[in-house]
């Protein structure tokens, strides 16, 4: 059964710290909108205390998860085992985008490895961890992590990655505008 704590304790700090993989949930306020769900990876995550957490977001095909979060700043960070014992978590909270040249985006992008395509980090403040059995989650053996995102965006370079982001993440698929539209 689900059991919830306050903040991240110390054992499901460990817990994420050794996920490869985590997945992020936003939803727009209008009830019409779609839900996001997107998975992450890429060693992107960090815990900054027991209720604060951030991960660096890299180019990608979309920005739902920005441009929800500055409609209404709500998501949730879900990670599963896939190998022994069974557990999935999650974080409940209220997140806000970095973008580069924001006063705190040297803070917080020293926090990770350089990555190509790097366009914002995302810092969320947690207020509800839950904790779930798990048991009919499959069971996996991580491989490694692709590197097709950093070669895509090592290829594209810096102006080829800002009229990407200016074409494909400015925008929800709902409308709403995302933080990097302003840039």
Not at 9 to 30: C, G, K, S, Y
Not at 82 to 111: H, M, V
């Amino acid at each position: 059964m689900a059991k919830v704590f306050d903040s991240i304790t110390a054992d499901l700090q460990r817990f994420i710290e050794a996920q490869q993989i985590f997945f992020v949930a936003t939803a727009p306020l209008a009830t019409d909108g779609h839900v996001n769900l997107s998975p992450k990876g890429l060693d992107s995550f960090r815990i900054l205390s027991p209720n604060q957490v951030a991960y660096l977001d890299v180019t990608g095909s979309g920005n739902e998860t920005s441009a929800h979060l500055q409609e209404n700043e709500r998501l949730t960070l879900m990670f599963c085992a896939f190998q022994e014992p069974p557990l999935i978590l999650r974080l409940y909270g209220k997140g806000r985008t970095i973008l580069p040249g924001a006063p705190e985006w040297d803070d917080f992008s020293a926090l990770f490895a350089v990555l190509p395509g790097a366009r914002q980090v995302i810092v969320a403040t947690i207020d509800r961890v839950q904790i779930s059995c798990g048991m009919g989650v499959p069971l996996y053996e991580p491989v490694g992590q692709r590197d097709s995102l950093v070669k895509w965006a090592e290829k594209k370079g810096k102006e080829g990655l800002r009229d990407y982001q200016r074409q494909k993440n400015s925008v929800s698929i709902d409308g709403l505008p995302a933080p990097l539209a302003g840039k």
